[in-house]
């Protein structure tokens, strides 16, 4: 049977190269099975994979939502890059509402965006990490170039299909 799908948001060249590479240096190599991501949505029916293809062609047509990362998140075991965009956050909410009936609970509480750059740490180790990149800190414009279905399989995230902005 397939795994559920995954939604993201794919970051422009210049971001992805520098969030991969934080990513890198801080998520535990041996549970790192997945790139840098922007999770939209966590886990939709294989089924809907058709329809959701459509739904985010259509997204595809409009320009580039604007976003930005703006703090650092504590995630207790982890660390994470928080982001702002109410266009995406629009985007989101509009997807939601056309797949209500497909969504897990998970996905339909609060959204809370963000690129966990460390998981499944112990707390002392996150806070540490916490406390250097909140030195070095200073908001930055985060560019999203497009929106990508993946398929869980158990642990790694296969590519299914990227559909990148037009508009």
Not at 103 to 120: A, E, F, R
Not at 126 to 147: S, T, V, W
Request: proline share 11%.
């Amino acid at each position: 049977m397939a795994g559920p799908i995954v939604v993201t948001a794919l970051f422009a060249p210049g971001d992805d190269g520098w969030l991969q590479q934080l990513r890198r240096a801080h998520y535990p190599p041996e549970r790192n099975r997945v790139p840098a991501h922007l999770t939209l949505f966590r886990q939709l029916p294989p089924g809907a994979q058709p329809e959701l293809a459509r739904r985010l062609a259509a997204c595809a047509a409009l320009p580039p939502p604007r976003a930005a990362i703006v703090g650092i998140m504590d995630l207790g075991e982890g660390s994470a890059l928080r982001v702002e965009s109410e266009e995406l956050e629009e985007l989101r909410g509009n997807l939601g509402e056309a797949l209500h009936g497909l969504l897990t609970p998970q996905d339909q509480s609060g959204w809370s965006p963000h690129i966990t750059v460390q998981n499944k740490v112990a707390p002392r180790e996150a806070r540490r990490l916490q406390q250097e990149l909140r030195a070095a800190f200073r908001p930055r414009p985060l560019a999203i170039r497009g929106l990508a279905m993946w398929r869980y399989v158990d642990g790694p995230w296969e590519a299914i299909r990227s559909f990148p902005f037009r508009g």
